[in-house]
């Protein structure tokens, strides 16, 4: 369950970062939209695939969001590509990498 709501959070901003215009869920500034989103997206692959490196995560999160900027030159679909959006992801995984880091140490002191 966990790894299909994974993919279900990641195809949804992935299909949120590319439409023209895009529905407002959120009442806040992009780029806490983006830090919400991949927080969200991390977190559910901490969970999802607890037997794969942490840094191959966070380096498949980092290259997501990358290729949703890249997705965003394209003129058509009216959208702006930022570096600062990229950051704000980056942000929010490596946030999201320290949370889980947190959780399971705190997990394995009180199985001993």
């Given at each position: 369950?966990?790894?299909?709501?994974?993919?279900?959070?990641?195809?949804?901003?992935f299909?949120?970062?590319?439409?023209?215009?895009?529905?407002?869920?959120?009442?806040?500034s992009?780029?806490?939209?983006?830090?919400?989103?991949?927080?969200?997206?991390?977190?559910?692959?901490?969970?999802?695939?607890?037997?794969?490196?942490?840094?191959?995560?966070m380096?498949?999160?980092?290259?997501?969001?990358?290729?949703?900027?890249?997705v965003?030159?394209?003129?058509?679909?009216?959208?702006?590509?930022?570096?600062?959006?990229?950051?704000?992801?980056?942000?929010?995984?490596?946030?999201?990498?320290?949370?889980?880091?947190?959780?399971?140490?705190?997990?394995?002191?009180?199985?001993?």
């Amino acid at each position: 369950m966990l790894r299909i709501a994974f993919w279900a959070a990641a195809l949804f901003a992935f299909v949120m970062a590319v439409l023209p215009h895009p529905i407002e869920l959120l009442e806040a500034s992009d780029k806490v939209q983006h830090m919400t989103a991949f927080f969200a997206i991390t977190t559910l692959g901490c969970a999802a695939y607890r037997g794969l490196s942490r840094i191959k995560l966070m380096l498949a999160m980092v290259a997501f969001g990358a290729a949703i900027e890249v997705v965003q030159l394209v003129p058509e679909l009216h959208r702006d590509a930022e570096w600062s959006d990229w950051l704000a992801d980056i942000l929010a995984v490596m946030l999201a990498l320290a949370v889980a880091h947190l959780v399971e140490s705190r997990r394995a002191r009180r199985a001993e």
